[in-house]
């Protein structure tokens, strides 16, 4: 979701871009990078690959429209290096790293593919200046037709991944729900790709419901209902999709209550998907665990770009 921001903290990711771009002067050799406490401690993340830990910097990028803005995605220049130590201090969190080449930050990537237990870890969510998590007033998410373009630009490459993987898990009949489904977008993409499943859509703003029902209506059956609440909006579903569950949206502790909460209407053997446009915020392996879960995959690429970004893909173990 797009960010405000100074033009100061502007210059600063422009900058960084630069730098993370350059290819190092002495690979090998261990350096240290500063990230000041601020709100740019969201955009670090880790990278676990074949029982290594790599540290990076996720920037701003360019949309179609040349705008910049956050994105899901991270691009392997993000990468520092290898994580060697990360400290807090006064100047705020130093991470020690060892300096790599591009086409070795490359090969990360490819090997993150194809290792089953590679994840990508945001270990600080959004903060704001008293150090609690940020969280968007729900003034914030009731319909505008910018705030629907920004949210649907930005999941394009979450709709494409998921559609082109569930033809292939998907029996017709199976019922798919999606509990802040926001725009209605995804659910009604969900809808096209797989028409023999049956898609639910729900969420808790009046004004996205309504706007939902207008636009995709015919392909979804939507409903205004918070996820939040004791009694389950559905009584079960072959497929649950979680893109709420992230940064700016709720805070941690919420965001595995929700999960645990939400799980018990997914059928044993049935699939849970876990994503968003910022962070996902719970510990998923963890989880996974507590909530007799099969963790299948973490991370997803987009084939064109060669970036990576959370996708986590799970299945409910039989009684």
């Known amino acids: 979701m797009p960010e405000q921001m100074t033009r100061q903290r502007l ?49 701003l990028q360019r949309d179609k429209r040349e705008r910049l803005r956050s994105d899901s995605r991270i691009a392997p220049w993000m990468l520092l290096g290898p994580l060697g130590q990360f400290h807090w201090g006064n100047g705020g969190l ?31 969510p959004a903060l704001q200046s008293n150090g609690r998590e ?23 490459h979450l709709r494409h991944h998921c559609s082109t993987l569930l033809r ?7 019922v798919i729900h999606d509990p802040a489904c926001s725009t209605g977008t995804f659910i009604h993409h969900l809808a096209q790709a797989l028409p023999g499943s049956r ?16 636009r995709y209506g015919r392909s979804v059956d939507f409903r205004l209902a918070d996820a939040g ?25 919420q965001a595995e209550q929700l999960l645990r909460r939400l799980v018990s209407t997914l059928v044993p053997g049935g699939r849970l998907i876990v994503f968003g ?3 996902v915020l719970p510990a998923m392996r963890y989880l996974a665990q507590q909530c007799e879960l099969t963790l299948v995959s973490s991370l997803a690429s987009c084939s064109a770009t060669g970036q990576l970004f ?10």
């Open 199 to 214: 898609c639910i859509g729900s969420d808790r703003s009046p004004s996205m419901i309504e706007a939902a029902r207008k």
């Open 94 to 124: 130093q991470l020690d790293y060892q300096a790599t080449r591009r086409v070795d930050k490359v090969r990360a990537f490819a090997d993150a593919l194809e290792d089953p237990d590679s994840e990508i870890h945001f270990p600080f």
């Open 310 to 319: 959370q996708f986590y893909v799970l299945t409910r173990d039989p009684p």
């Open 134 to 156: 940020f969280v968007c007033p729900e003034s914030h998410w009731a319909f505008a037709d910018t705030l629907a373009r920004g949210l649907d630009d930005g999941e394009a």
């Open 229 to 253: 609440d004791a009694k389950p909006v559905i009584e079960y579903c072959d497929l649950l999709v979680l893109r709420f569950l992230n940064a700016e949206v709720m805070t941690r502790a």
């Open 11 to 59: 210059q600063r990711e422009l900058g960084l871009e630069r730098i993370l771009r350059a290819e190092p002067v002495a690979p090998g050799s261990w350096e240290r990078f500063v990230e000041p406490s601020g709100a740019g401690l969201n955009h670090l993340f880790v990278l676990r690959c074949r029982g290594r830990d790599w540290v990076g910097r996720k920037t």
């Open 277 to 279: 446009h910022t962070p």
């Open 168 to 174: 292939s898990w998907l029996k017709p009949g199976a």
